[in-house]
């Protein structure tokens, strides 16, 4: 099934206070920004955060923007950077360099197809990803912590489904051992992080190494962005 996404960006100023969103519904919606950018910026950052979201999922995806900037700097021009060394036709550097070589690596072995929406004209997707996009950039301006959204949900709730499938069948195999096959949940319920809070350590602190693949990753960072927190605290949280 295709992912249908919005991605839009906004700067109060241009450069100025900024914010970047991409939206899909009302469950699946990010957002962010700086305190100084440009409106291409946010446009650029929206897809880019879009794309790691869905990482991983094995679906196409259809990115709807108001920015041909956007759509051909993938599209069209971006081959012809990379062969020059990241240099326009003219030879005058590539801008948001940084940005455009995330999104090309981003894009590597995805189903990605662009479709250009003009903007402020009702359309149901691009007005919701404007709207927090120019939320984010608000709230920077006034320095508080924009309303960055639940990420994409999607993927964790496939696990969560498989996870639970998992866990029941080996609860009615034969074999008690049966049950240490099902796999740890990904993301743990609000409730199961205070369970123990209170309860004395009984054995010293234990060092963990975990690696993750890079559509866990992606999913923890969407995680962390929308806890406001930093990637090992919310791994932290989890565990």
């Not at 899909?24 to 790691?52: C, F, K, M, Y």
């Not at 996009?133 to 709730?157: C, I, S, V």
Request: glycine share 10%; with cysteine; hydrophobic share 45%.
């Amino acid at each position: 099934m295709t992912i249908i996404a919005a991605a839009d960006g906004s700067a109060l100023g241009n450069p100025g206070p900024n914010g970047w969103a991409w939206y899909i519904d009302d469950a699946n919606w990010a957002a962010g920004g700086s305190p100084h950018g440009t409106n291409n910026q946010g446009e650029l950052q929206a897809v880019l955060e879009l794309l790691r979201a869905t990482a991983g999922t094995g679906e196409p995806l259809l990115i709807m923007c108001d920015s041909k900037y956007v759509i051909d700097s993938i599209t069209k021009w971006m081959p012809g950077w990379k062969r020059r060394g990241w240099r326009k036709a003219d030879g005058a550097p590539v801008l948001n360099r940084e940005l455009m070589e995330s999104l090309d690596e981003a894009m590597r072995g995805r189903d990605v197809t662009f479709e250009w929406v003009k903007g402020h004209a009702g359309h149901g997707l691009n007005e919701a990803a404007d709207e927090r996009a120019n939320g984010a950039a608000k709230a920077y301006q006034a320095k508080q912590e924009p309303r960055r959204g639940p990420g994409f949900t999607r993927g964790a709730d496939a696990v969560d489904a498989a996870l639970l499938t998992a866990t029941a069948v080996a609860a009615s195999a034969p074999s008690p051992a049966a049950a240490v096959t099902a796999a740890a949940p990904l993301w743990a319920e609000a409730s199961d992080l205070l369970d123990g809070l209170d309860d004395e350590a009984d054995v010293a602190p234990v060092e963990l190494h975990i690696a993750l693949s890079p559509a866990e990753l992606s999913r923890l960072r969407t995680r962390a962005q929308s806890q406001g927190v930093s990637l090992e605290e919310a791994l932290r949280r989890l565990i």
